[in-house]
């Protein structure tokens, strides 16, 4: 591995291999004068291998990881940092974008703020010199904190989805951002609160592609699947089908289009019959993922969700009708919530459970880049603790809630460490005790 300026090493995780793909599909067709090489490092200790045998005059390990793995990477970082010294530590993704600063105390030598594929490109022609490079959080020579903005927003479509290159595909990335600024997630922080998306034709370029290789299976990685082609909250089932029916198509009689499933999901208020009968005209799915998020009004409204607990109810009811079978998103623990909206949360999972759905448990983390960021972590009592698992016994949930309530109490920690001037942590409004209620003051 010699004779270039810069190697480029990813940290290879199966959690964020998109991510890193879509990086290689920028490279792959950008030209520049910097000779360069890329390194897969699938485990620590292939980081360290790498960096020790690599020859550049620069080397670049590249990280991307999400807010509830930055403490134990942080941990594996201090490794490899001891055993091969010299590398440049590169940081990007949802947790680097949120929490630079947090991320360069962490032992990340660069933060990449926002979208990747422009910084990366412009880090390759400057042969790793960060300095001028729009998008990068970093600490000069002098200790002084460099901040160069976020990067660059392009036209979804203006990158590859996968490089061919490397042989590394993956699910195509169809929408990028969210017009949805949900209070816990982060994709309308980092990406900005409006959609774009790749085109029919573009999507269809990566569908040939994918055929030419032997692959007949395309999946989608969008936050709101059935928002395809649209910019408002209103569904564009024209496009929807224009999309569905073109990959359909480019793929042949043998082909398989997935939509609506795994790695996407759909809102409850965008499912309609017409959208399930398209969904079961060209594609190959039984299931579709439904995000419900909570059993209670007030929470909803206070997440600002966009969407109320009947939508819900009746997006399952249709999907079991036509045939589906249905995973439901639900959030425990969220911000503000008491035993009454917790037991409206409990009685849905029942109703929806009986009606033939899956639960998928999560519990709220305070994920940094959202407007809760700073609230607390989500706690679930023994009692709802209890009244889930005997669901998930019943086979009528799963999910990694357990792990996720250790993951919230790190990054509420972290928050504490890291305070934000004049946040608040927009809780839900007390409810009234039935006293103030019935009182004359409150008729």
């Not at 530590?89 to 979208?115: K, N, R, S, Y």
């Not at 993922?289 to 600002?304: H, N, T, Y």
């Not at 949360?345 to 407007?371: D, K, V």
């Amino acid at each position: 591995m010699g004779g270039c300026d810069l190697t480029l090493i990813l940290r290879y995780r199966k959690a964020v291999t998109y991510g890193h793909h879509v990086l290689l599909a920028a490279l792959e067709e950008h030209e520049t004068a910097t000779a360069y090489e890329v390194v897969f490092a699938e485990t620590a200790a292939a980081t360290v291998e790498a960096i020790r045998a690599a020859k550049a005059a620069k080397v670049l390990v590249l990280w991307s990881f999400y807010s509830p793995d930055a403490a134990a990477l942080a941990e594996e970082l201090a490794g490899i940092r001891a055993a091969a010294p010299g590398a440049v530590h590169v940081a990007g993704g949802v947790h680097a974008t949120a929490e630079p600063v947090q991320t360069l105390d962490a032992g990340w030598d660069i933060a990449a703020v926002g979208e990747g594929e422009s910084t990366l490109l412009s880090l390759v022609d400057s042969a790793g010199d960060p300095a001028g490079i729009q998008g990068l959080v970093y600490r000069d020579e002098h200790g002084t904190l460099q901040r160069t903005g976020k990067a660059h927003r392009e036209p979804l479509g203006t990158y590859r989805a996968f490089p061919l290159t490397y042989k590394r595909i993956n699910p195509i990335e169809i929408t990028r951002g969210c017009v949805y600024a949900c209070r816990f997630c982060q994709t309308p922080f980092m990406f900005s609160a409006r959609f774009r998306h790749r085109s029919v034709d573009n999507v269809r370029w990566h569908v040939d592609r994918m055929r030419e290789r032997g692959l007949r299976d395309v999946r989608f990685i969008t936050p709101t699947a059935l928002s395809y082609g649209s910019q408002d909250e209103s569904p564009n089932l024209a496009a929807v089908e224009e999309l569905l029916a073109t990959c359909k198509e480019g793929l042949g009689p043998d082909g398989r289009v997935f939509f609506g499933s795994f790695p996407s999901e759909i809102r409850p208020e965008h499912v309609s019959r017409e959208a399930l009968q398209l969904v079961k005209k060209y594609c190959s799915n039984n299931n579709i993922i439904v995000g419900a998020q909570s059993g209670s009004d007030r929470v909803l409204d206070a997440a600002k969700r966009g969407h109320g607990v009947e939508e819900v109810k009746r997006a399952i009811r249709l999907g079991v009708e036509e045939g589906f079978r249905i995973n439901v998103d639900m959030i425990f623990g969220m911000p503000g919530e008491d035993q009454e909206d917790v037991d409206a949360s409990l009685t849905l999972a029942r109703e929806l459970a009986e009606l033939g759905a899956r639960i998928h448990a999560h519990t709220f983390m305070p994920l940094p880049g959202t407007p809760w960021r700073d609230a607390p972590p989500g706690d679930v009592d023994p009692e709802t603790i209890r009244a889930v698992d005997r669901l998930s016994q019943q086979g009528a949930l799963y999910g990694h809630w357990q792990r996720q309530r250790e993951h919230a109490q790190r990054l509420a920690a972290a928050a504490e460490a890291y305070p934000r001037p004049g946040r608040s942590r927009t809780l839900l409004p007390i409810r009234p005790s039935p006293e103030q209620v019935e009182s004359p003051a409150n008729p």
